[in-house]
Each structure stands twice: as structure tokens, then as C-alpha cells.
């Protein structure tokens, strides 16, 4: 792993904790010398992600659509800083140029951008690790809907573990360098032959 994309938050939450949090992920990747990639805001968690790794020394590239440049909330100061046509080509250059992803509190894009990395993961498109930094709780009744998914059979358990949860970031970082991507089918209820 070189390159770590982080998936984040617009806004900050409602306490402390998470940019806290959020710092702290940034300290173990700076200490581990990894790159990062993110949405490239300035504003919420993912401007907390830009000023700190910025303080840290950290290698910063930032992918933004075209349309969060006019509304003025993109980071300006990064060490790269990309400009997609859609939040699907957005998608597309963060997953490219990313070794590993680490999702943290957000909205609708972050799980957006969680669930897509999954499903391409699952379906052998990449090969890539994912973690979810589950800062106080945030992630729980996520994680209780997953293990939910599983057991009524509409996904393995194997690849609901591809998700790798941790509330420490440096032992998250290590669980993603230590990863291996399962091997088995999606199909459950396919057919031999």
C-alpha cells in the first residue's frame, strides 16, 4: 500500500470526536508514510483530512467534480488537485489511484462510495482493501444491518467480512496491509453447470 483514499463527510458531526478521530487517522498515515486521496473539500471531515495531512507533511491529491469547484468548497492547496466531470468520474480516478480505502463518518456519498468499492471488490473488478474506522459507534447499526444481509442470504459472510472495522486507526492501517481478498463466488444460489 502506498496510496490510502479516504471517504468522508461534507460535515463535521455534531461532537468533537469524529474530527478528532479523523485527525488521529491522518498521524498513523503520516507515521506509516502513506499518500492520501480524497474528496478534495475544504469544508467538514474531509477539510479536517486536508489540513492535517497538509500540517503532517502528508502527499495530498484531491478529486473533485467540476460542480463542488463553482459552489467554492474545494481545497486549494493540496499537492494535486484533480477535476472530474461527474461524480462518477470522480469515483473512477479516487479508485484508481488508490492501493487501499478507509471509510469514515459521512452521508450519502461516503456510503455511496463505501458500497461501490465493496460491490467492486466482490466482483473481482479490483482486489483492493477497505476499511471503516468506526469512530464511537458510528458504524454500528451499519454493521448490524450487514451481519442482517447475511443471515436472511443475500450476502456471504465472507464478503461482509471484506469490510475490515476497527476503532483504532493505526491497527486499522495494519489490518489493510495484511488483508488477502476472499475467494468465493457472489452467486449463492447459482446453478452448477
Same mark, same amino acid.
Given at each position: 500500500m502506498k496510496t490510502i483514499c479516504i471517504f468522508c463527510g461534507s460535515n463535521t458531526g455534531k461532537d468533537a470526536v469524529y474530527a478528532? /478521530?479523523?485527525? &488521529?487517522?491522518?498521524? /498513523?498515515?503520516? &507515521?506509516?508514510?502513506?499518500?492520501?486521496v480524497f474528496g478534495g473539500g475544504k469544508v467538514g471531515l474531509m477539510g479536517v483530512v486536508a489540513e492535517a495531512a497538509l500540517a503532517a507533511g502528508i502527499y495530498v491529491i484531491g478529486v473533485t467534480p467540476r460542480r463542488l469547484l463553482e459552489h467554492e468548497v474545494v481545497h486549494t492547496g493540496l499537492s494535486e488537485l484533480h477535476v472530474a466531470d461527474s461524480m462518477h468520474e470522480r469515483k473512477v480516478m479516487m479508485s484508481t489511484k488508490a492501493d487501499a480505502f478507509i471509510v469514515l463518518p459521512g452521508g450519502f456519498g461516503?456510503?455511496?462510495?463505501?458500497?461501490?468499492?465493496?460491490?467492486l471488490t466482490q466482483l473481482g473488478v479490483h482486489d483492493k482493501p477497505l476499511g471503516l474506522l468506526n469512530t464511537a459507534g458510528f458504524y454500528a447499526p451499519l454493521m448490524k444491518f450487514l451481519d442482517h444481509a447475511v443471515e436472511?442470504?443475500?450476502?456471504?459472510?465472507?464478503?461482509?467480512?471484506?469490510?475490515?472495522?476497527?476503532?483504532?486507526?493505526?491497527?486499522l492501517l495494519q489490518r489493510l496491509a495484511q488483508w488477502t481478498k476472499p475467494q468465493v463466488s457472489k452467486w449463492m444460489d447459482r446453478k452448477p453447470g
Amino acid at each position: 500500500m502506498k496510496t490510502i483514499c479516504i471517504f468522508c463527510g461534507s460535515n463535521t458531526g455534531k461532537d468533537a470526536v469524529y474530527a478528532d /478521530a479523523t485527525r &488521529a487517522l491522518v498521524q /498513523a498515515i503520516a &507515521a506509516a508514510s502513506y499518500r492520501i486521496v480524497f474528496g478534495g473539500g475544504k469544508v467538514g471531515l474531509m477539510g479536517v483530512v486536508a489540513e492535517a495531512a497538509l500540517a503532517a507533511g502528508i502527499y495530498v491529491i484531491g478529486v473533485t467534480p467540476r460542480r463542488l469547484l463553482e459552489h467554492e468548497v474545494v481545497h486549494t492547496g493540496l499537492s494535486e488537485l484533480h477535476v472530474a466531470d461527474s461524480m462518477h468520474e470522480r469515483k473512477v480516478m479516487m479508485s484508481t489511484k488508490a492501493d487501499a480505502f478507509i471509510v469514515l463518518p459521512g452521508g450519502f456519498g461516503t456510503y455511496d462510495e463505501m458500497f461501490e468499492v465493496m460491490t467492486l471488490t466482490q466482483l473481482g473488478v479490483h482486489d483492493k482493501p477497505l476499511g471503516l474506522l468506526n469512530t464511537a459507534g458510528f458504524y454500528a447499526p451499519l454493521m448490524k444491518f450487514l451481519d442482517h444481509a447475511v443471515e436472511e442470504r443475500f450476502v456471504r459472510a465472507e464478503h461482509r467480512d471484506m469490510l475490515v472495522v476497527d476503532d483504532d486507526p493505526a491497527r486499522l492501517l495494519q489490518r489493510l496491509a495484511q488483508w488477502t481478498k476472499p475467494q468465493v463466488s457472489k452467486w449463492m444460489d447459482r446453478k452448477p453447470g
